[in-house]
């Protein structure tokens, strides 16, 4: 996909999705935990070096917690939510504004309420995310609030889910 | 400025400012013809390789008439207004998706009745803008719509002042 290929103009439609852009829902295959999540890539040209793309976690879902080399930086469009950063928790809302940076442990999560819905640029040129280990998981655990972050509800329904 | 020396989170105010964002309006020093608009920096980081900034034209105003090598890729996100990319003039909408290719002539024109604000996604190392000539001008008004688009009473207003 390359912007000189697509139309200059891409109307918005109805629930966060545009005319020609493909709505893709991540498939739960269960080799990264994570519930509800979508994605829809806004752009993408080489000539550009970066991609634009917007994600949605559905209402009680959550991305997959992981990190990279690459940087990511986000702003929410659509509903609440809290996101991890490193060892930084925080709600965010509307035009929002999270930095990733490199090799920073990330997940967002949607309000029990809505989807959370935002935006993310990133380098064309990225490597794949790591997931914690176990040992990793005890160590964020130990972090103020984490432990709660991670272990809501949902979280520790899709844990079991997955490990039937 | 870089992503690392900025806090991760940097929540958005209202009214479109941001938290530890630099809003920079333009001024009118007749260097190039505009009105009304300011830039904020929101994401600049030499890892990511490109910026997001939030453009906003006033009520009534306009982005200069320009183009370069350089790629531009937008999401409107407050307001209603035109948009003119190569030979097509588009009203276009919050989320709107606008794709302006290399070398192509573009302007943004908020309506009469609200600013018109959006993302615009570039690459870190970029060109700068050219202006049309007289001649690139007079061509542009030979396709259907663009001499109104050009045209309209802002314009006229902002040319006759800069003439003075």
Request: one cysteine or more.
């Amino acid at each position: 996909m390359d912007n000189e290929q697509q139309p200059n103009f891409r109307p918005a439609l109805e629930g966060f999705r545009w005319d020609g852009v493909a709505y893709q829902p991540y498939k739960q295959d269960g080799s990264a935990p994570f519930k509800d999540v979508s994605r829809q890539v806004l752009f993408h040209a080489d000539g550009l070096g970066c991609e634009l793309r917007y994600f949605e976690v559905g209402t009680g879902g959550y991305s997959t917690l992981e990190r990279h080399q690459h940087a990511h930086a986000v702003m929410v469009l659509r509903g609440h939510g809290e996101c991890l950063v490193g060892a930084e928790i925080r709600s965010v809302k509307p035009l929002d504004l999270v930095s990733i940076p490199s090799w920073t442990w990330h997940q967002f999560r949607a309000s029990e309420h809505e989807p959370l819905g935002f935006l993310c640029m990133v380098n064309v040129a990225r490597d794949r995310p790591q997931l914690p280990t176990e040992q990793e998981v005890t160590d964020l655990k130990a972090l103020p609030g984490v432990a709660r972050f991670l272990e809501k509800p949902e979280h520790k329904a899709h844990r079991s889910a997955l490990s039937i």
